[in-house]
């Protein structure tokens, strides 16, 4: 019973964390401080009634989880919202929470062997994140221009948008860096996560426009709020269960 008070407990903030994500890229601090203190019931209420079989648990999930999220935010994996969303997790939920619903036992595919439930939902998360390029990429095939063919990565990561459309738009990043040399030719280059911009401020996005050096679209990729990933990936491992561990294991029984 607990276990689906504590997720029923949990979806609400984590909810709001994927609203202030789309809304402004980033999620409060005071979101996480709020979840954890008013969450700390739960914790304490199974500490006084499982004693140290709770508390070891509580200390690997806290520890792993705090030490390879910690990693994962320094090489830029995330942001320090969602670092902070996991840590939250793992102190919540420091075994995987097994319920039974309508005769029937939750997670449907079982529990992993490795038991770890922030694990999983960090690994279903990073599933969803997979199919974003499927999707832009199908985006761009009904949306196709000819100039796509000369850089059909591109499609993968972002699409083309007109410059002049640019002041409209949010939480975009340009995929190609321009530079002038010496001869006064324009000089294109990838830039891997998307260079940061203020369409208000790139004014010579426009100039190069004009002088012909650069065409009306240019390609963009939206910066994603990795909290939807996080939410889905908590739903489904709630419900279903680690999704990358199931599908390995088909693999190799099959």
Same mark, same amino acid.
């Given at each position: 019973?607990i276990e689906?008070l504590?997720?029923?407990?949990s ?7 994927c ?7 980033r999620?409060s601090?005071?979101v ?6 008013s969450?700390?019931?739960?914790? &304490?209420?199974e500490i006084?009634?499982?004693g140290l079989?709770? !508390?070891m648990?509580? /200390?690997l999930s ?11 935010f320094?090489?830029g994996a995330?942001?320090?919202?969602d670092?902070?969303g996991?840590i939250?997790?793992?102190?919540? $939920?420091?075994?995987?929470p ?7 036992i939750?997670?449907l595919l079982?529990?992993?062997?490795i038991?770890?439930?922030?694990f999983?939902?960090?690994?279903n998360? /990073?599933?969803m ?6 999707g832009?990429?199908?985006?761009n !095939? ?5 100039e ?7 499609m $993968?990561?972002?699409y083309?948008?007109?410059?002049s459309s ?5 939480? !975009?990043g340009l ?8 001869s006064?030719?324009l000089?294109?280059t990838?830039?891997?996560?998307g260079l ?8 010579e996005l426009e100039?190069y !426009?004009?002088?012909?050096l650069i ?9 994603l709020? &990795? ?5 889905a ?15 390995v294991?088909r693999?190799?029984?099959?």
């Amino acid at each position: 019973m607990i276990e689906i008070l504590k997720i029923f407990f949990s979806v609400p903030f984590l909810l709001y964390s994927c609203y202030s994500d789309l809304n402004s890229r980033r999620v409060s601090n005071k979101v996480w401080k709020y979840m954890l203190a008013s969450g700390s019931g739960f914790v &304490f209420y199974e500490i006084l009634t499982d004693g140290l079989s709770y !508390l070891m648990p509580l /200390l690997l999930s806290g520890v792993l989880v705090f030490t390879a999220v910690y990693l994962l935010f320094q090489f830029g994996a995330f942001g320090g919202g969602d670092a902070k969303g996991l840590i939250v997790l793992s102190i919540l $939920f420091p075994s995987y929470p097994v319920f039974s619903f309508s005769e029937k036992i939750y997670p449907l595919l079982g529990v992993p062997q490795i038991g770890l439930f922030t694990f999983t939902v960090l690994g279903n998360a /990073l599933l969803m994140t997979i199919l974003v390029p499927l999707g832009m990429f199908g985006y761009n !095939l009904l949306h196709f221009s000819p100039e796509m063919i000369k850089n059909p990565l591109y499609m $993968f990561i972002g699409y083309r948008t007109e410059i002049s459309s640019l002041k409209y738009k949010k939480h !975009l990043g340009l995929l190609e860096k321009f530079e002038l040399d010496e001869s006064g030719s324009l000089k294109k280059t990838f830039s891997r996560t998307g260079l940061n911009f203020d369409a208000d401020q790139k004014p010579e996005l426009e100039e190069y !426009l004009k002088k012909g050096l650069i065409e009306k679209d240019i390609w963009v990729t939206p910066g994603l709020p &990795f909290m939807l990933s996080i939410t889905a990936g908590f739903i489904t491992a709630v419900v279903f269960g680690d999704l990358i561990f199931y599908a390995v294991m088909r693999l190799i029984v099959n």
